[in-house]
């Protein structure tokens, strides 16, 4: 007599063995409970490639979430929008994301990038002097590289003082710390009114200036653009700058670190890319895959959705897994393996709304700086390969995961060779 298939039941995404390690549960849910309710956060979590790519381009998942979810710490701002409101601010905003529009911000780019770098090498060939690193140059990349870059990128595009970049990087760490207090840690919750507060009154004095002057820093161009007749107002540009904190610091500097980890792990794949800076793209795409920095995001139903034998009600909140749907095997071949060669992985369409991965959102809200990622993320590979030799883990340390919606490794202990000078 054959024996009953015993199903395993639904993890819960707020234990400590998820968070520790999400990806074999992401398999529990895929296989077993591709929606499924979970109590602790009142939502249902819908897992495979299919059904989340599917809600991203109905409208009967709506953002009205972010009402209750961002709203609060940023203002309202275009992720939240739908209809003519929403297309009137993609107007606005995909020029300076785009084209000739992103190119001309470019310079700001690299040399953000390379003055980090640049000072991590400095830094360790002056502990090589000091024999502190035994002839080996030592850092952290993500306290030394990753978490500053896409921050000072975005302070200088925005055209505010070099020497703000320390504001900004603590307002960042401040908001973080406010979309991942599930806890509901008060003190983090008074910090991150605080930080509301201070960008406001730091933003608003400034945005009124640049409002009839003619400079071409992005601040001052999202003053003057207009599409029929409707600019932004001055609290929606500050809630534009607010929501960039975390669409344009966290992610890529999140994604930044699994990039550079993932070649770590693989050195084979690493020196293929040294060779081959036409691989770059590749590497970016499979680690938007593999190890994608926003592993969930969420939706509301506006209508009664079925989902294999469920039935979601209107008004539900969904939790879309993300990550869970990038290591699908329904859609791609070997889901746990980092493989810059994935023939399964549009990379020609990575970085559009037709890409074949979900990282950056599909539809109508596709991300409008997926391209401005890009950018960082090729800059920030070549420098990584270019300034810092023989790059590898320093002994005894192994990378860890952290992080429930947006998750990456906290650090990266590296050394690589000094070049004798």
Not at 78 to 103: C, D, V, W, Y
Not at 172 to 184: E, K, P, R, T
Not at 286 to 295: I, K, N, Y
Request: aromatic fraction near 8%; proline fraction near 6%.
């Amino acid at each position: 007599m054959s024996q009953p298939t015993v199903v395993p039941s639904a993890p819960d995404i707020l234990s400590p063995e998820f968070v520790a390690d999400p990806y074999p549960f992401h398999r529990v849910l895929r296989d077993h409970h591709p929606a499924t309710y979970h109590e602790a956060t009142q939502s249902w979590l819908i897992s495979r490639y299919a059904d989340v790519a599917h809600a991203f381009r109905d409208p009967a998942f709506s953002s009205r979430n972010y009402d209750w979810q961002l709203e609060p710490i940023h203002g309202r701002t275009i992720l939240q929008m739908e209809g003519k409101e929403h297309a009137t601010h993609r107007s606005l905003l995909n020029p300076f994301f785009r084209g000739k529009g992103l190119e001309a911000f470019l310079p700001v780019i690299t040399q953000n990038a390379a003055q980090l770098i640049g000072s991590t090498v400095e830094r360790a060939a002056g502990d090589l002097i000091d024999g502190i690193a035994a002839g080996r140059g030592r850092a952290d990349l993500v306290a030394d590289f990753t978490t500053w870059f896409p921050i000072n990128v975005m302070v200088d595009m925005l055209g505010l003082p070099k020497s703000d970049h320390e504001r900004f990087h603590r307002w960042y760490h401040s908001i973080m710390a406010h979309l991942n207090n599930l806890a509901g840690d008060p003190a983090i919750t008074a910090q991150a009114d605080q930080t509301r507060e201070e960008l406001r009154d730091y933003m608003l004095p400034i945005i009124r200036e640049r409002r009839g002057g003619d400079g071409e820093d992005l601040l001052s161009r999202l003053c003057r653009a207009e599409v029929d007749g409707e600019q932004m107002t001055d609290e929606e540009i500050k809630a534009f700058v607010s929501l960039l904190l975390v669409a344009g610091g966290e992610t890529t500097d999140k994604a930044i670190a699994s990039m550079v980890r993932n070649l770590l792990d693989n050195p084979d794949q690493m020196a293929e890319v040294r060779a081959d800076r036409s691989l770059v793209d590749a590497v970016i795409a499979e680690t938007l895959r593999f190890t994608g920095p926003v592993h969930m995001i969420m939706r509301q139903t506006e209508a009664e959705v079925r989902i294999e034998d469920t039935t979601l009600p209107a008004g539900a909140t969904c939790i879309l897994m993300l990550a869970a749907a990038n290591r699908d095997e329904r859609h791609f071949a070997n889901p746990d393996v980092f493989d810059i060669h994935r023939p399964d992985l549009d990379v020609a369409k990575a970085f559009s709304g037709a890409a074949n991965h979900v990282q950056f959102i599909l539809g109508r809200h596709f991300c409008v700086g997926s391209l401005l990622a890009r950018e960082e993320m090729t800059v920030a590979l070549n420098l990584v390969l270019d300034r810092l030799p023989n790059l590898r883990y320093q002994p005894g340390f192994t990378p860890q995961e952290a992080g429930l919606y947006t998750r990456s490794v906290p650090s990266l202990l590296v050394e690589f060779d000094i070049p004798a000078t």
